[in-house]
């Protein structure tokens, strides 16, 4: 089956967006790719879409940061999702499109908001050691705002920058937290009819788009100034975040 060329115009370079976060920048700009493919297709058809390859990416970057996790942070973070999940899961069986565009615009502008925040000063995170409850809390909110758009990476990196952590164990603490997340997340994604004959044959055309994404990714974490990444990121965001409300309301 050939897929439709505008679809595969946008997914391609969105789902090497994600991989290229995922496998140098933490995961928190990987979101970026719900917005973007959500402006060629129903939003809920693009987060079932997006799972399996970001699943694929989560396997290619384990292997790049195995063992280099913290243990507890990522366990507490990962228990934590499953009532996320629960509640997102309700969402999704009541919930039209439109809901889910306005759902996804909101926490793209807010995740570009949040980040501005914290470059200007106004939002200080303070150095606290590891509290599970703070991760179990941190994990609810990753668990809903993950199973509607992927969109974890905030809660995650608010929970794991305030223990101190350096660049290499946040990183690798984040890929296996959302290594499990996912894995939790398919089995309803199947239960609610995300997937479709469709979604997988457009996740094999694009799997490779994944891993090259995911290998720039390893690479970049040790060569691309995140700053300048984030940049992109948030730009993307503004714009996409913003077309996804206006569809939703108009």
């Known amino acids: 089956m050939w897929p439709d060329p505008w679809v595969m115009a946008v997914a391609v370079p969105a789902v090497i967006f994600a991989g290229v976060s995922k496998g140098g920048f933490g995961s928190g700009a990987a979101f970026a790719a ?14 079932g879409l997006l799972l399996p390859l970001l699943m694929l990416i989560d396997v290619f970057t384990l292997k790049s940061f195995w063992k280099q996790w913290h243990g507890p942070s990522a366990l507490a973070l990962v228990l934590g999702s499953l009532p996320g999940i ?68 905030p809660p995650v990196a608010v929970f794991l920058l305030a223990q101190g952590m350096g660049k ?32 997988v044959v457009l996740d094999l055309w694009l799997a490779p788009a994944a891993i090259l994404g995911a290998w720039l990714g390893v690479k970049a974490h040790h060569m691309v100034p995140e700053k300048l990444f984030f940049a992109l990121t948030y730009v993307l965001l503004t714009l996409t975040g913003t077309k996804l409300i206006w569809d939703a309301l108009v």
């Open 86 to 153: 629960g509640l997102a899961i309700w969402l999704f069986r009541v919930a039209d499109a439109d809901t889910f565009r306005l759902l996804i615009g909101a926490i793209a502008l807010l995740f570009v908001l949040y980040q501005f925040a914290r470059a200007r000063g106004w939002l200080h995170i303070p150095d606290r050691p590891f509290d599970p409850l703070a991760g179990g809390l941190a994990g609810a909110v990753a668990g809903f705002t993950s199973f509607i758009s992927h969109a974890g990476g």
């Open 168 to 199: 290499t164990m946040y990183q690798a603490t984040s890929v296996i937290t959302f290594w499990a997340i996912n894995l939790l997340k398919f089995i309803p994604y199947a239960a609610l009819g995300i997937f479709t004959r469709e979604t």
């Open 34 to 47: 719900a917005p973007i493919l959500a402006l060629a297709i129903d939003p809920r058809v693009a987060v």
